[in-house]
């Protein structure tokens, strides 16, 4: 079955970065368009990014210029650059793929922007 692990969360002020990972096991990861989802505390889940399997990109509005996904099919990974980073990023951000056809999530990693 599909198992997501996230990382690379942690603490960090306003205008700050960090680079998040997902390893994806138990799929046939380049065939599939893959997205980095967030859920702020009382907000619903949002899709921030996405990468289809052929490497393109598109972003939300709210993270666009900032943010930056990426993609290593041999390693069944999916990354998220975040820069110049705002209070309003905080949240647990989590991988999946891009469809309506979500695999089970993981257990996310924690974002904190703060001063």
């Known amino acids: 079955q599909v198992q997501l692990v996230e990382s690379g969360g942690g603490s960090v002020q306003p205008g700050g970065s960090l680079r998040l990972s997902c390893a994806a096991s138990?799929?046939?990861?380049?065939?599939?368009?893959m997205g980095w989802y967030r859920q702020a505390p009382g907000k619903q889940r949002e899709l921030v990014a996405t990468i289809t399997n052929g490497g393109s990109t598109n972003y939300a509005d709210s993270v666009k210029g900032r943010f930056t996904i990426s993609r290593d099919n041999a390693k069944k990974t999916v990354y998220l650059q975040m820069n110049s980073l705002k209070p309003e990023d905080t949240a647990v951000y989590y991988c999946n793929q891009d469809s309506r056809k979500l695999w089970p999530w993981g257990q996310g990693t924690q974002v904190t922007v703060s001063s």
């Open positions: 138990g799929i046939i990861f380049i065939i599939y368009d």
